[in-house]
């Protein structure tokens, strides 16, 4: 799959649009005729994906345009939920692009009538704002159009649920609106996955509002810079993980923290307040001995991935995430046992599920780091992430996607019956023949 980047201050509204469709479409979160996506320029014009047209196959030259003016330019229709476009548009000049789809999880709130918990996690809703809900109306009606904007009447919401339809979003351009669309979907899919195994435990939003008020505002920089040919070649390496984490339903725009060891108790790691999808080498923070390079704002784990790097010499490798099966057992009271296959006790052994409060820097993620020094792979941080450590970039990713398959068999396994784990004589000689390479293997 080839990768393109969102760029809405370089590229023209019409790429743009055809890049986010065919990233939500080959993600499977539309259909080839559902859906549309929108973007209002500097000028007032707004560019519309087509009525009609194949989303798998989209072009530039099929983006249609509705000028300030009215006139239509293009050789097809504007889809025909231009109607909702033009009015949530007049309703909020604050937002200049919108997407609308009908990816599975948000549709399944709409046809029982909810709307997802936005408090799930930590991060998600940050991005997603408070969320309305549209009652039914006809699609392509103006009438659709005026309860769609009414909802957008409140400068707090940016995303919604329509009733038997599917969702609608805004963003300050694209690469917000695609951000806040996939952080939706995502949150979404985690209740939805949670209310197989338990009941879902959001967090409030005093907690979310106190973990945003504890991080600290600036991080300790240095301006001498030098990148060696062994650094860039892992700036590369780091970028192409977390393309494939996005691709993989493992990341999304809005999280996915990776950090590898350079040298000694030095690494690089991702950058805080930007789109996994158009991360590049270049965007990667440098840390060297707790400061960060001048001009780049690391992620808000960076003290939590300097720790772990200070204790343990065996990990080269850490990875935030919250990929959505895995994160149903953290935002509900249920063990993740990992007695499923050998494999997965293998890599992964005791997956321990530790409190939210772990990330408050004040507790110096004692919880995270203890089961980290003991050799465990992956701890899940309550309503926040997963936290993966590897030998290697590959072994951390690898154990991450393992964790996530593993939580995903247990999930969907739940309606055909109770899970019969390996018992205590298997894992005793699964310990045996494979102890040599525990947490390295």
């Known amino acids: 799959m080839n990768?393109?980047?969102?760029?809405?201050?370089?590229?023209?509204?019409?790429?743009?649009?055809?890049?986010?469709?065919?990233?939500?479409?080959?993600?499977?979160?539309?259909?080839?005729?559902?859906?549309?996506?929108?973007?209002?320029?500097?000028?007032?014009?707004?560019?519309?994906?087509?009525?009609?047209?194949?989303?798998?196959?989209?072009?530039?030259?099929?983006?249609?345009?509705?000028?300030?003016?009215?006139?239509?330019?293009?050789?097809?229709?504007?889809?025909?939920?231009?109607?909702?476009?033009?009015?949530?548009?007049?309703?909020?000049?604050?937002?200049?692009?919108?997407?609308?789809?009908?990816?599975?999880?948000?549709?399944?709130?709409?046809?029982?009538?909810?709307?997802?918990?936005?408090?799930?996690?930590?991060?998600?809703?940050?991005?997603?704002?408070?969320?309305?809900?549209?009652?039914?109306?006809?699609?392509?009606?103006?009438?659709?159009?005026?309860?769609?904007?009414?909802?957008?009447?409140?400068?707090?919401?940016?995303?919604?649920?329509?009733?038997?339809?599917?969702?609608?979003?805004?963003?300050?351009?694209?690469?917000?609106?695609?951000?806040?669309?996939?952080?939706?979907?995502?949150?979404?899919?985690?209740?939805?996955?949670?209310?197989?195994?338990?009941?879902?435990?959001?967090?409030?939003?005093?907690q979310i509002e106190g973990y945003y008020n504890q991080l600290p505002t600036a991080t300790p920089t240095y301006l001498a810079m030098s990148y060696t040919s062994v650094e860039k070649a892992l700036r590369s390496e780091i970028c192409k993980l977390i393309y494939r984490g996005c691709n993989h339903n493992l990341m999304f725009s809005s999280a996915g923290t990776i950090s590898a060891r350079t040298e000694g108790n030095d690494f690089l790691i991702t950058p805080g307040q930007t789109s996994r999808w158009e991360l590049t080498p270049a965007q990667l923070v440098q840390i060297k001995k707790g400061k960060a390079e001048a001009g780049k704002t690391p992620s808000e784990y960076t003290w939590l991935h300097q720790k772990i790097y200070n204790e343990n010499p065996d990990v080269n490798a850490i990875i935030c995430s919250q990929p959505p099966y895995l994160m149903s057992f953290g935002i509900t009271d249920e063990y993740f046992n990992v007695r499923t296959i050998p494999e997965s006790w293998i890599f992964l052994q005791d997956v321990h599920n530790v409190p939210v409060s772990s990330l408050w820097q004040e507790n110096e993620g004692k919880d995270i780091r203890a089961f980290i020094k003991k050799g465990s792979t992956a701890v899940i941080v309550r309503n926040a992430t997963a936290v993966v450590v590897g030998a290697s970039l590959m072994k951390a990713f690898d154990y991450l996607e393992v964790a996530e398959c593993s939580a995903k068999s247990i999930v969907q396994g739940i309606s055909m019956g109770k899970m019969v784990a390996i018992n205590d004589a298997q894992v005793a000689e699964l310990r045996e023949y494979f102890k040599a390479v525990m947490r390295i293997c």
Not at 16 to 43: H, P
Not at 44 to 64: A, H, R
Not at 123 to 146: D, V
Not at 154 to 163: D, F, R
């Open 3 to 206: 990768h393109k980047t969102l760029d809405s201050q370089m590229l023209h509204p019409k790429e743009q649009i055809v890049i986010a469709m065919t990233r939500i479409y080959e993600r499977g979160l539309t259909t080839l005729s559902g859906g549309n996506i929108s973007v209002i320029d500097e000028a007032g014009d707004l560019w519309i994906s087509p009525s009609g047209i194949d989303k798998g196959n989209l072009t530039p030259d099929d983006i249609m345009c509705v000028k300030k003016n009215g006139e239509i330019v293009g050789k097809h229709k504007p889809s025909s939920e231009y109607p909702f476009h033009r009015a949530i548009y007049q309703m909020r000049p604050d937002l200049k692009a919108l997407i609308h789809a009908h990816p599975p999880a948000l549709v399944s709130y709409s046809i029982i009538r909810q709307k997802p918990e936005a408090n799930l996690t930590l991060q998600a809703k940050r991005t997603c704002g408070e969320i309305g809900y549209a009652p039914y109306e006809l699609p392509g009606s103006e009438a659709l159009g005026a309860v769609n904007a009414q909802q957008f009447s409140n400068p707090k919401v940016k995303a919604i649920i329509m009733e038997n339809h599917g969702t609608v979003l805004g963003g300050s351009d694209i690469v917000d609106a695609y951000a806040r669309f996939e952080t939706f979907e995502f949150c979404a899919a985690m209740g939805l996955y949670s209310s197989l195994i338990g009941k879902a435990q959001p967090l409030t939003d005093e």
